[in-house]
Every structure is written in structure tokens, then in C-alpha cells.
């Protein structure tokens, strides 16, 4: 089975100024290039493909430093760009447009009002994405997964990918709340919206990093999304390195990824682990 990681990182402390990694994350607050990814990946030969995500919000030079590394295990990459001036975007996307693997934009809403993305002139920015047929990464927390399913039935052209689950309150309860079940069901309603099961262990103790975790610790949360989005909008992502904050390794989230969806059929876990995050980003068009 060809797996893809629909979701890692890396970075490099001498060339882009983080607002994260930071000091309250040391264990990762240093540069990590593809080298170490490289290293990581092989340790799950399954893993043939991966999407490098972005950790700069408008910055074009962060994608491209990616872009031209020109490495074949990374399949796609997902750029920051400016979505709330569409001059500004339409010449990155210019510039960007140029790399056949360049495949999605990402916006980090933590530096924004819970409402930024639901703005006018941000839903401008994201369909002139949809225009370019290229893909939205979603990262959202709780309190902002209502605002999926208002993105996406004004945008219906535009694929969405919720990332990490929504990060679930996992430290507080390992059973999903009624809201964040019922926001994650108006988004599956919607056609254009996936979902990626990734970034799940370091929401379990997001402080210390400490407390210890096992498949039961995910299974009603990632059985849900499996539920409602089925095989085909679902698919999983290592969020390397920052899996490390826990002690955890890439190999055994891999494997954790594997148990979860073992309950599915072949052909729905071939999907899952892989054939989903192709489709989504268009991956066989540009390897």
C-alpha cells in the first residue's frame, strides 16, 4: 500500500523569523530540514509521498524554499499567502503557479479574530483560490470549525481540508462534544470539505506534554469523522516534527494512524492512508 503524509513541517530558524516553534517548545525550537524529515519517513517504507504544510502566514519565500529543494518524497506543498489583498495574491499565486507541486494555501487563525475568516475580503481571497483550483488547509480549532460549512457553501469550488480533527479538546475529554460533533457534521454535509486525521497526540496534554495515550484515547473522535466524511474525504497526516513534543516518533504515529482505521475495509484504509490526500491535492498530476 503507497501511503501519503498529508501533513508535516519543517523549518529553518536562520532564514524566516517563527512567531513558532518558540522557547516554550524547546524540544523543536530549532532548524529542522528536509534531511531530518528524510530520515524520519524512512522508517515507514509505506510512506512513499508527503505535503509539506506552511508555518508563516503571507510568505511566499517560505514555499518557495521548499519548492526548490526539488525533493522527491515531498509531493506537494502548501503556501502561506495574503488573502485579504487580492492585488498581493494574484501575484504570489503568480509566482507560485510556476512549481508544478505548489498545491493549497494554509492561513494560521490563531493570529486572527475568531470571525477573520468568514470576513468579505477574506471569502474574495479564498475564491480566487478556487479559481486557480487549488486547495484550502482549514486549521481549525473548536471554536472555529461552526465557520467550515460558511466557508464552504459560499465557496463551493473551493476543496477544504479540515486539518487535525479540529483539535478536539482531548485533554479534557477523549469523548467528542455534542457542538464540535454537530459543527463536524454541517461541514461533512458539504461536498467539498475533508477532513485530516492528524495532530492528535499533542493536543492530549498541550501544556506538558506528559500524559500518556493509546489508540482508545483517539477512537471515538477519528471514528466519528471516518463516520461522516467516509473513506473517500478522510486522510491522515504525521504533523512531524511537532509530534515529537510528545516523545512520540513518526513510526508510531504511523502505526497509530494504521490501528484507527483498521476497523475499515482494504480498500477504504488504502483510501484513507493515501488515495484521498492524492486526490485532494492533485498529487498524481504533479509526481
Given at each position: 500500500m503507497s501511503e501519503v503524509d498529508a501533513h508535516f513541517h519543517i523549518w529553518n530558524l536562520e532564514k524566516f523569523d517563527y512567531p513558532w516553534p518558540n522557547e516554550d517548545v524547546k524540544a523543536i525550537f530549532k532548524t529542522i530540514d528536509s534531511p531530518e524529515f528524510l530520515e524520519a519517513i524512512a522508517t515507514c517504507s509505506d510512506v512513499r509521498r508527503a505535503v509539506f504544510i506552511q508555518c508563516l502566514n503571507d510568505n511566499v519565500a517560505e514555499a518557495r524554499w521548499v519548492l526548490e529543494k526539488n525533493c522527491e518524497k515531498i509531493a506537494g506543498v502548501v503556501a502561506g499567502v495574503n488573502l485579504t489583498d487580492v492585488k498581493k495574491l494574484r501575484e504570489q499565486l503568480e509566482e507560485l503557479i510556476q512549481f508544478p507541486k505548489f498545491v493549497g494555501v494554509r492561513h494560521i487563525l490563531d493570529m486572527e479574530e475568531t470571525d477573520?475568516?468568514?470576513?468579505?475580503?477574506?471569502?474574495?481571497?479564498?475564491?480566487?483560490?478556487?479559481?486557480?483550483?487549488?486547495t484550502f488547509d482549514f486549521l481549525s480549532r473548536p471554536h472555529h470549525l461552526k465557520h467550515v460549512?460558511?466557508?464552504?457553501?459560499?465557496?463551493?469550488?473551493?476543496?477544504?481540508?479540515?486539518?487535525?480533527?479540529?483539535?478536539?479538546?482531548?485533554?479534557?475529554?477523549?469523548?467528542?462534544?455534542?457542538?464540535?460533533?454537530?459543527?463536524?457534521?454541517?461541514?461533512?454535509?458539504?461536498?467539498?470539505?475533508?477532513?485530516?486525521?492528524?495532530?492528535?497526540?499533542?493536543?492530549?496534554?498541550?501544556?506538558?506534554?506528559?500524559?500518556?495515550?493509546?489508540?482508545?484515547?483517539?477512537?471515538?473522535?477519528?471514528?466519528?469523522?471516518?463516520?461522516?466524511?467516509?473513506?473517500?474525504?478522510?486522510?491522515?497526516?504525521?504533523?512531524?516534527?511537532?509530534?515529537?513534543?510528545?516523545?512520540?516518533?513518526?513510526?508510531?504515529?504511523?502505526?497509530?494512524?494504521?490501528?484507527?482505521?483498521?476497523?475499515?475495509?482494504?480498500?477504504?484504509?488504502?483510501?484513507?492512508?493515501?488515495?484521498?490526500?492524492?486526490?485532494?491535492?492533485?498529487?498524481?498530476?504533479?509526481?
Amino acid at each position: 500500500m503507497s501511503e501519503v503524509d498529508a501533513h508535516f513541517h519543517i523549518w529553518n530558524l536562520e532564514k524566516f523569523d517563527y512567531p513558532w516553534p518558540n522557547e516554550d517548545v524547546k524540544a523543536i525550537f530549532k532548524t529542522i530540514d528536509s534531511p531530518e524529515f528524510l530520515e524520519a519517513i524512512a522508517t515507514c517504507s509505506d510512506v512513499r509521498r508527503a505535503v509539506f504544510i506552511q508555518c508563516l502566514n503571507d510568505n511566499v519565500a517560505e514555499a518557495r524554499w521548499v519548492l526548490e529543494k526539488n525533493c522527491e518524497k515531498i509531493a506537494g506543498v502548501v503556501a502561506g499567502v495574503n488573502l485579504t489583498d487580492v492585488k498581493k495574491l494574484r501575484e504570489q499565486l503568480e509566482e507560485l503557479i510556476q512549481f508544478p507541486k505548489f498545491v493549497g494555501v494554509r492561513h494560521i487563525l490563531d493570529m486572527e479574530e475568531t470571525d477573520w475568516i468568514t470576513s468579505d475580503i477574506v471569502i474574495q481571497g479564498l475564491k480566487i483560490i478556487s479559481e486557480y483550483n487549488l486547495t484550502f488547509d482549514f486549521l481549525s480549532r473548536p471554536h472555529h470549525l461552526k465557520h467550515v460549512s460558511t466557508v464552504a457553501k459560499q465557496l463551493p469550488d473551493l476543496r477544504i481540508v479540515i486539518d487535525h480533527i479540529a483539535k478536539p479538546h482531548l485533554s479534557q475529554s477523549t469523548t467528542p462534544t455534542e457542538e464540535w460533533k454537530q459543527d463536524m457534521k454541517a461541514a461533512a454535509a458539504l461536498p467539498n470539505v475533508y477532513c485530516k486525521i492528524s495532530g492528535l497526540v499533542t493536543e492530549v496534554d498541550p501544556v506538558n506534554n506528559s500524559t500518556r495515550w493509546d489508540m482508545s484515547t483517539f477512537r471515538e473522535h477519528v471514528h466519528f469523522v471516518l463516520d461522516v466524511f467516509g473513506a473517500d474525504r478522510c486522510m491522515v497526516g504525521s504533523d512531524w516534527p511537532v509530534l515529537r513534543l510528545t516523545g512520540a516518533c513518526y513510526k508510531s504515529v504511523n502505526e497509530l494512524h494504521k490501528s484507527l482505521v483498521g476497523h475499515l475495509s482494504q480498500d477504504e484504509q488504502s483510501r484513507v492512508l493515501g488515495g484521498t490526500a492524492e486526490q485532494f491535492y492533485q498529487l498524481k498530476a504533479v509526481c
